[in-house]
């Protein structure tokens, strides 16, 4: 706003003085009659929303979506039906374990939500910076996500919490591989990968159904920051990566990132999980690409900075609920869990009307029978607010929208196969690959936080970084006897 522009209250009505409050005399009390002084002081008490049970701090950015490979024969979505269409998006990047203060260059997962404003609605792709989580079971996330939050006795983070929990998952053992490596520490958001993490599905013309892996791979290369400039930044400037992607959009070096995918049919998925023990829908392990390639489909770019971080980035309500026509979930536990928590979590964040939101709102025609709630801002005028039974029925076919039935066998319990399933090898894997420097940091990176815990908790997880490979637990060890 102009300095020029006429201030006035929120209902439009002009301000006189912004400057002097309306007082008995010019020492005496306010008088209650002052209302732009309460409207001021409300407004100020209020104009925080609460934060992010997760991914609190984070940074946004409009961009486009651009079809450069021919995906019709796994999708039907309108948003990849011809090469070259273009997609607006909205992108949010985010540290997870954080508040909103905390700082960018933290030890963390990243997160990675993409909004897709399609003509048949919003496509929310909401992962990180890596393929594979923690768990595998939503039932365990709050529990998890306590122990990365604060003490409820000390309101310090604690390392002694965090890995007691890890200790006692070895399914966690390869994001936690991830997460004190070099990846940990990205430089800033325009220098990781991104990834949809969980198995997603597509659907065709022909109602054929093939499950997917999202990839986004960075066109910038990727860039990590060691564990000592990642310290060092987090007091000099904790706010680096927002400082970062701000400036490169704002003078034109616009970041882009090719869109790959991963491609299975049921069956070759059920051949798989035969030969290698490994659940395809275990959001704790990756699909290698020597079984499955990666195949093009586009570039994702970002090019213009909202106008305003609150009603934009803030206020910004994702959830892998959202998916449009041609695009469907997966019998992953972890996903099955967030299609519930992200929709709940906004409407407690943000209100029961956050889909109005200029950020949030569809770009295309919608119409339901909601109506009304806090911030009805588009609230269905004098349309019906009640859909009518069909007497001759609706006649469903398999999900809706062309989606085939999902096949389903067994007895309704809850099933606990954690002993049975193989929670090392991928870990061990992805220990095998890295160079002898990179191994290295790994080892200082973990002995650091392991030097603070209980021997019974440090000897837990020696065990788990022992059966991924027996030179990861050596490593781990003679760190943490160097720090000694």
């Not at 048949?120 to 529990?143: Q, Y």
């Not at 499950?211 to 706010?239: C, M």
């Not at 106008?307 to 019998?331: D, K, M, R, T």
């Not at 837990?460 to 027996?470: E, T, W």
Request: proline letters at 6%.
């Amino acid at each position: 706003m102009s300095q020029k522009t006429p201030l006035s209250t929120a209902s439009g009505i002009p301000i006189a003085d912004n400057q002097n409050s309306v007082t008995a005399g010019a020492r005496g009390p306010v008088l209650l009659q002052d209302f732009h002084m309460i409207e001021k002081l409300q407004h100020f008490n209020r104009e925080r929303i609460p934060e992010r049970v997760v991914h609190a701090k984070g940074s946004g950015a409009y961009g486009t979506f651009t079809v450069t490979h021919d995906v019709s024969a796994y999708t039907k979505a309108k948003l990849f039906g011809a090469v070259g269409k273009q997609t607006p998006t909205f992108a949010r990047f985010s540290t997870v374990g954080g508040e909103r203060g905390s700082a960018d260059t933290a030890r963390d997962p990243r997160g990675f939500a993409l909004r897709f404003y399609t003509e048949e609605g919003n496509w929310d792709l909401v992962g990180n910076n890596t393929p594979v989580f923690f768990i595998k079971d939503a039932i365990n996330f709050p529990d998890f996500i306590h122990t990365q939050k604060r003490d409820p006795q000390s309101n310090l983070k604690s390392p002694n919490r965090m890995f007691d929990f890890w200790s006692k998952a070895p399914e966690s053992l390869h994001q936690v591989t991830i997460l004190f490596s070099d990846r940990g520490t990205p430089d800033g958001y325009r220098h990781m990968d991104g990834f949809g993490s969980h198995t997603f599905s597509m659907i065709n013309e022909k109602g054929e159904r093939h499950y997917v892996k999202w990839h986004f791979k960075t066109q910038q290369g990727i860039q990590n920051l060691s564990a000592a400039e990642a310290e060092r930044l987090s007091g000099v400037d904790p706010d680096y990566s927002q400082r970062d992607l701000f400036g490169a959009i704002a003078k034109g070096d616009f970041p882009r990132w090719d869109v790959q995918l991963q491609v299975a049919t049921e069956a070759e998925l059920a051949a798989w999980e035969v030969r290698t023990g490994w659940n395809p829908f275990d959001v704790t392990k990756v699909w290698p690409h020597a079984d499955f390639p990666v195949m093009p489909v586009g570039v994702f770019e970002l090019n213009r900075n909202p106008e305003n971080y609150h009603a934009e980035v803030e206020q910004a309500a994702f959830s892998p609920a959202n998916v449009v026509p041609g695009l469907g979930y997966s019998p992953d536990k972890m996903l099955q869990g967030r299609l519930f928590g992200y929709h709940d979590a906004q409407l407690y964040r943000v209100g029961t009307n956050h889909q109005h939101l200029p950020v949030n709102a569809a770009r295309c025609p919608y119409h339901n029978h909601q109506r009304d709630g806090a911030m009805a801002i588009e609230n269905g005028g004098s349309a019906r607010n009640y859909a009518t039974l069909e007497a001759a029925g609706s006649h469903p076919v398999g999900l809706g929208n062309g989606e085939p039935a999902l096949a389903l066998d067994g007895a309704a319990a809850r099933h606990d196969g954690r002993g049975a399933e193989d929670d090392f090898s991928q870990a061990g894997n992805l220990f095998r690959i890295l160079t002898a420097q990179a191994k290295q940091n790994l080892f200082d990176n973990l002995a650091a936080p392991l030097s603070e815990v209980d021997d019974e908790i440090l000897q837990r997880q020696l065990g788990h970084f022992d059966r991924a490979d027996p030179a990861y637990g050596a490593g781990v060890r003679a760190a943490l006897k160097a720090r000694a």
